[in-house]
């Protein structure tokens, strides 16, 4: 076997947990496809006589680079107008077959839009260092060649990251069943206009957030409450749904909605389903964030 070879069997193998890495950092699928062309053109210059962990010093060169870009991007999330949110993640059909995503509950949460949104609270190296430690359990060591830091200061980090990501996750398992019952309900309240059916359906503390961008319409702020979210969902499908199509999938781990006008889509909607209960509505309908929107990424840990 080639040098060349072994580089490029290498790395199609950890492509999934590579992809997984850059995503989570930067919240864009994009970017992410974009790091790993990079990172691989890096991965192909080393010695690989030189390399005592593949995987860490794989994931070293990708976080790298996972962290320039999200630096890089700073400036344009600061300018972004209305709420930001991560470019929606398609998961493989693949429910219960071997290595489905959705069977790791680690891995599907760890994507899920609730947390991908608390991940942007984070700082760049606290968002790695978060990422690379609770998600893919690398040592202190391992994250701090990754990142540049000491492992001292990477533990300190580690710390207050997870405390910080604590403080703003809620966890009560659904059931697969009872989330697509609540699933199937959110849908139908909404499109027959059944006000309270769909109140009762949302937590009372809901939260929707729609990015548009400034591109489309949106909301410009986050919507709080039961009512309101409800309020505003049905009047949305009463003026748009007739000439929309409508297709169900699992973004981001959980389900989702996609709104399509005339062949092309329009929007995402990913929920958030707690303790029984839609908790969150997460709209994504900037359409520089849907350009990739109907490809499917494996994803790994």
Do not use: C
């Amino acid at each position: 076997m080639t040098g060349e070879t072994t580089h490029a069997d290498t790395f199609t193998h950890l492509r999934p947990l590579l992809f997984t890495i850059a995503y989570e950092i930067t919240g864009s699928t994009t970017d992410a496809d974009d790091i790993l062309q990079e990172s691989y053109l890096r991965w192909a210059a080393v010695d690989l006589d030189t390399v005592r962990d593949v995987r860490s010093y794989v994931a070293s060169i990708v976080t790298r680079q996972s962290l320039n870009t999200l630096r890089a991007s700073a400036r344009r999330r600061e300018e972004y107008v209305g709420p930001w949110l991560p470019e929606p993640l398609r998961m493989p059909e693949i429910s219960g077959a071997a290595g489905d995503p959705e069977a790791d509950v680690v891995l599907s949460e760890s994507v899920s839009m609730a947390m991908m949104v608390v991940l942007e609270s984070l700082g760049p190296d606290e968002r790695a260092v978060f990422v690379l430690r609770e998600v893919f359990g690398f040592s202190h060591s391992e994250i701090a060649e990754a990142v540049g830091k000491s492992v001292d200061a990477v533990r300190q980090s580690a710390g207050r990251a997870r405390s910080h990501v604590q403080a703003r996750r809620r966890r009560f398992e659904s059931t697969p069943a009872a989330v697509e019952e609540i699933t199937t309900a959110f849908l139908s309240t909404t499109l027959s206009g059944d006000l309270q059916g769909l109140m009762n359906i949302l937590a009372p503390d809901a939260i929707l957030i729609s990015d548009g961008g400034g591109k489309v319409n949106a909301a410009r702020r986050p919507i709080h409450g039961a009512d309101k979210i409800a309020r505003f969902l049905i009047g949305i499908a009463r003026r748009e749904m007739p000439e929309l199509g409508l297709e169900s999938a699992i973004y981001n781990g959980g389900p989702a909605l996609v709104i399509s006008s005339r062949g092309v889509v329009d929007s995402v909607f990913v929920l958030e389903i707690v303790g029984g209960a839609v908790t969150g509505v997460y709209a994504v309908r900037n359409p520089d964030k849907l350009a990739a929107v109907l490809t499917p990424f494996d994803i790994a840990r």
